[in-house]
């Protein structure tokens, strides 16, 4: 895991989630006032493209992935990485969810989870509520673990 900088102010529950519009996987602009209102999004930080840990985060959640969708969640991985990078992550992965691609850094500095000059972006999770506001913070993930850490936020979420 990269330690966060110590500039970086990392968001936390109650703080209303920065909006950002950016390149995704699918080819598309996702623009995150767009989403708000229609169920929980998962904003989930990385360091890399098919590296060990990201893999294994990336696996876990496309295993369980009708269960976010049962849940109304809408799931974003975001990474330094280009479309490009992210194109082939996903069709190595067969990952059913979109990525993007913060490429000059922004959402991951708006968020805290990167600097303006970090190489990667920190393992940090956010999921953002129908209100716009950072409903949980996940600082420390463990790859392996997150998915179900995930879906029992989410869970608790809905209810």
């Not at 060990?52 to 049962?70: H, L, M, Q, V």
């Not at 990474?79 to 990952?95: G, P, Q, R």
């Not at 716009?132 to 179900?148: C, D, L, Q, T, Y």
Request: net charge neutral; hydrophobic share 40%; aromatic share 10%.
């Amino acid at each position: 895991m990269i330690p966060f900088s110590s500039n970086a102010q990392l968001l936390k529950a109650g703080d209303v989630a920065p909006d950002f519009t950016v390149a995704a996987s699918d080819g598309s602009t996702v623009h995150l006032n767009d989403l708000i209102g229609k169920g929980p999004i998962v904003l989930y930080f990385y360091p890399k493209d098919d590296t060990p840990g990201c893999t294994k985060e990336a696996c876990g959640i496309r295993d369980s992935f009708e269960e976010f969708k049962g849940l109304k969640a809408t799931v974003f991985g975001v990474s330094f990485d280009s479309v490009e990078s992210h194109k082939k992550f996903i069709a190595k992965y067969n990952l059913p969810f979109t990525l993007l691609a913060d490429t000059d850094r922004k959402i991951g500095t708006a968020y805290g989870a990167a600097t303006a000059d970090s190489r990667s972006a920190s393992r940090v999770t956010f999921i953002i509520g129908k209100d716009g506001k950072i409903a949980r913070v996940f600082p420390k993930v463990s790859p392996a673990e997150h998915s179900a850490e995930l879906r029992q936020a989410l869970s608790e979420l809905g209810k």
